[in-house]
């Protein structure tokens, strides 16, 4: 006699598939994993019968047997980030290209939710768990990050930096980040070598969020003034963070303080969409006044006005080689993706003396 159909109260179990098919619960878990042959006949009977009981496959008995969900894990501080938006296309093509699903997680800037979804991610045997974006230089986090990246390794599994620099030498993860240092200098140059000597950095570190990103932005732009041999002002390293509203709020606030400058390098495009709408708000003019560089190059500054001169990040291959290596490890595990500056209208060479606050007492 045939087995009704589930109700909503009712987990559908193998062993009511192979009920209603007529066969072994053995035969239904080999036509599930497909690990063995069955007869056509046969196989196409267990499929009819999962579909008239809408069977799911328990994917926590499937890990805890050892085949693993076939699912990568991205994970990211905000979706709504149009950079991370690009690295999230990368990792999803090269996951679809190689037979996995891709689960997005967010952590909204907070390194113990981060943590916190890598050991979920680790429970749930993902192949491979993707880290974008910096990671904290707390050294507790460092030390928790080390345990779960041989946690993983130890299952089958790999931790994946995505963006972000090695936890150590004997780490076992996958390393894919851009040169980070290299683009901060590179455009810290260009704006040394059209005459800027007063350049405000928006996107150092504030003492309670430390970020690899931006240790690593404000060293290279540190080291372009050392290589011009021009000294930078400490107080024109501007802790912020990296939206439109900070680079809005903390422009004003420079302004405030009376601060003098020619320049401003924000630390990502959206930053310095907030950076230019302050200046014009406060009556000047880019690049007349004040030249403004970002960083990333989402699709976008090119259509700002003036069109943004910015740091080229190669996003989508980030997320693809991030995918490809962790799955792939005979390939090399830890690769430098180049980056280089894009030239358009915001910046030239200053025309007038420096712009300063209005806490300054030579202001207008």
Known sequence: MSRRASTDDEHVTIRDVAARAGVSATTVSRVIKGDYPVAASTKARVLRAMRELDYVVNVHARALSGEGTKMVAFVLEDVTGPSFAYVARGVEQQATAEGRLCMVCTTHGDPARELAVVEAMREQRADAVILVGGGSLDD?????????????????????????????????????EYDNEGGAFAMTSYLLSQGHRTIALLGADAPDHASTTKRDRVRGFVRAHEAFGVPHDPALLIPSGFDRADGYEQTKRLLSLGSSFTAVFAATDMVAIGVVAA?????????????????????????????????RIPTEELGRTAVRLALHREERQHVVLGTHIVVRDSVRPPARRPVEGRGAASHR
Request: charged content about 20%.
């Open 279 to 311: 200046l014009r708000e406060a009556g000047l003019s880019v690049p007349d006044d004040v030249s403004v560089a970002g960083y990333d190059d989402i699709p976008f500054a090119a259509d700002m006005s003036p069109g943004l001169t910015t740091v």
């Open 140 to 176: 507790a986090y460092v030390e928790r990050m080390t345990h779960f990246a041989h946690a993983l390794d130890k299952a089958g599994s790999r931790l994946v930096l995505c963006g972000r620099p090695p936890l150590g030498v004997d780490v076992p993860t996958t390393v894919v």
